[in-house]
Nanobody
């Protein structure tokens, strides 16, 4: 019904930048909240950034001042601009969204996860 696909990951040197994208598709009525999480090898998945449909963004302390979350509602796409990347930012980055969609039984609201995109920062 709803699919989230991340893209934009890759290998970058410390201090470099990447912009991740999260494209949502399906029978979407609206996307209420979007967020980014990441999971490094051997670590728990952790919160990175959050943006509601019309509210104040929120960031993990570890990325505040370096990362910027944004969204393009016309494209049903979220973004994570990542600047001044550090080796400790290396992780699989996942998009998460609370989506109101036109389901088989009417309007539904559910959370969805993308498949993740690898970000590797070399020193």
């Amino acid at each position: 019904q709803v699919q989230l696909v991340e893209s934009g990951g890759g290998l970058v040197q410390a201090g470099g930048s990447l912009r991740l994208s999260c494209a949502a598709s399906g029978r979407i009525i609206s996307i209420d909240n979007m967020a980014w999480y990441r999971q490094a090898p051997g670590k728990q998945r952790e919160f990175v950034a959050f943006i509601p449909s019309g509210g104040i963004t929120n960031y993990a302390d570890s990325v505040k001042g370096r990362f910027t979350i944004s969204r393009d509602n016309d494209k049903n796409t979220g973004y994570l601009q990542m600047n001044s990347l550090k080796p400790e930012d290396t992780a699989v980055y996942y998009c998460n969204a609370d989506v109101v969609s036109n389901g088989n039984y009417g309007r539904t609201r559910a959370g969805y996860w993308g498949q993740g995109t690898q970000v590797t920062v070399s020193s």
